[in-house]
């Protein structure tokens, strides 16, 4: 595998159900990103991790709720969503968090419908 | 207040013809700027970057893009747009002291008529 890798691409569940997202990635790199992207909305930065410590909390619900065992996993933990948390959920890597190596490589994405 | 406007929602341009995206940033500091492409189903891919030096950058794909500074502009072209560039363009700002945050725009949809 190569680059950064997303699972599952897709994701259907109820909205009291817990799942988990899961990114993986291969390129070596020290930061690591949640975003949201939902219709004819910027995407939002949700999370930011650097060496496995959470840099950033983007005002994010407690519904979600990140884990970054190590530089190379993220996981977006989910329960008890809303409609509207339907969206695609993009992560994303850098080599540093900032500074001149901090261009974001992004995964597939997964998209998640809340029923 | 950082932001990003891309001013056109959707752009249609027929196959072979040229093609500018515009964009424009708010930022504070010394920008870095960035432009990525979304298939549909897809991640984000970037295509160029601006960190300094010459103003005129080349990414890949044969895109291209022009940092002024005086215009507030990173405007993204391409001298002859091929069927497979249909795609969602997203440029994007950060910078040394925003700590790994990149700030989006809200995206241009580009079409490529035959």
């Known amino acids: 595998e190569t680059g950064v890798t997303q699972t599952p691409r897709h994701l259907v569940m109820g909205m009291t159900n817990k799942k988990s997202l899961k990114c993986e990635q291969h390129l070596g790199h020290n930061a690591m990103y949640w975003y949201k992207q939902s219709a004819k909305k910027p995407l939002e930065l949700m999370f930011v991790?650097?060496?496995?410590?959470?840099?950033e909390n983007n005002s994010v619900p407690s519904r979600f709720s990140p884990e970054c065992p190590n530089s190379s996993h993220l996981f977006l933990h989910l329960h008890t969503l809303q409609p509207e948390d339907s969206a695609l959920y993009l992560c994303a890597s850098s080599q540093e968090l900032a500074g001149l190596s901090y261009e974001q490589y992004f995964g597939p994405g997964t998209r998640l419908t809340v029923t | 207040a950082q932001s990003v406007t891309q001013p056109d929602i959707h752009i249609t341009v027929s196959e072979g013809a040229s093609l500018e995206l515009r964009c424009n940033y708010s930022y504070g500091a010394t920008p870095y700027l960035f432009w990525y492409v979304q298939s549909p189903g897809q991640g984000l891919q970037l295509l160029l970057k601006y960190f300094s030096g010459d103003t005129l950058v080349q990414g890949i794909k044969g895109f291209e893009a022009e940092f002024k500074r005086s215009q507030s502009s990173f405007n993204l072209r391409k001298p002859s747009v091929h069927w497979s560039d249909a795609a969602e363009y997203f440029c994007a700002v950060g910078g040394s002291g925003n700590t790994g945050k990149l700030i989006f725009g809200q995206g241009t949809t580009l079409q490529v008529k035959p």
């Open positions: 991790y650097s060496l496995e410590e959470r840099v």
